[in-house]
């Protein structure tokens, strides 16, 4: 038995609840989940986990046995950091999270460069929404919208995160173009839902825009409403309707023609975009030179 790859194993059992997550995390079968544990078991002497049909809890000595794994892992990541900080070249696992939409179009399209600068880097990327830990997720690096709150890491400016309004050629030569925010009313205008549990409770019935007499505030309705941004993008390019998406989503289809930016004098809702990271992984060649990509491609 590989004692370190089965203390891993256990951790992941843990803090994910169940053996099919823990299996997921660690690349391996559940049957071989089960196996670790047993073996950790028997190795020794005593249980970790009482297990049922639909749920698992910990023992007493697994809590305690847990938290000494944390320890040890901890302290052979630690270890693992100091052999890369003492290489000129960058290698090693790096970490990334970033918003789906950008971490789709942008990002990944982007990495096929880094990792050809820098082979001996693993990129292990998880696109979410959310805005996960650092710390928690082992992450090392993290692209985030709006604003930062004050903390530890380093947060460094990257472009704003901007939209267009558009629609397909097809669309326009059918219902007209609209030249002002009060024809939007009378046209198709593609809505996102944001689910919440199982009940879709927040919908854009509203754009934003600023124009020449100030900031607007429109209603809008369309014969679509949907939570999801590439599905909206897919929409607007069949001539479904107007859609306000972002510049990462829609720009070549504006370069190609396939859609047509609409109001240009009127500005649409944009957010910030930061890189950020611990300080103290800085010193990591594979984290130092990635943010030098980073800026480089997309820093203010």
Not at 224 to 236: C, D, E
Not at 254 to 261: C, H, N, R, T, Y
Not at 262 to 290: E, G, T, V
Request: charge should be neutral; charged fraction near 20%.
């Amino acid at each position: 038995m590989d004692l370190f790859q089965a203390m891993t194993v256990y951790v992941r059992v843990v803090e994910t609840g169940s053996m099919t997550a823990a299996a997921q995390q660690c690349a391996m079968s559940t049957t071989m989940v089960g196996n670790h544990l047993r073996a950790l078991e028997q190795r020794l002497g005593v249980r970790l986990l009482n297990r049922t049909t639909r749920r698992q809890r910990l023992t007493e000595f697994g809590t305690a046995y847990y938290q000494r794994c944390l320890e040890v892992l901890g302290l052979v990541a630690d270890s693992e950091r100091l052999a890369e900080q003492s290489q000129d070249t960058p290698s090693g696992t790096l970490r990334i999270t970033a918003p789906l939409t950008f971490g789709t179009e942008k990002l990944a399209p982007a990495l096929s460069e880094f990792a050809l600068r820098y082979p001996q880097v693993k990129l292990d990327v998880m696109l979410s929404n959310g805005r996960p830990d650092l710390l928690e997720n082992g992450l090392d690096v993290a692209f985030r919208l709006g604003a930062i709150e004050p903390s530890n890491v380093i947060a460094r400016p990257l472009i704003d995160y901007t939209l267009t309004m558009c629609a397909s050629p097809g669309y326009l030569a059918r219902r007209g173009t609209p030249q002002t925010p009060e024809d939007l009313q009378q046209h198709d205008c593609l809505a996102f839902a944001y689910p919440a549990g199982d009940d879709w409770q927040s919908v854009e019935k509203h754009w934003r825009l600023s124009g020449p007499e100030g900031e607007v505030l429109v209603a809008v309705s369309g014969t679509l409403l949907i939570n999801s941004s590439a599905a909206l993008h897919q929409a607007a390019r069949t001539g479904m309707g107007i859609v306000m998406l972002p510049d990462a989503l829609v720009g070549l289809d504006l370069a190609s023609g396939q859609l047509v930016a609409l109001m240009p004098d009127y500005q649409l809702p944009s957010r910030p975009m930061s890189l950020i990271y611990a300080q103290d992984r800085y010193r990591l060649p594979k984290l130092r030179h990635f943010v030098d990509f980073a800026m480089q491609r997309w820093g203010k």
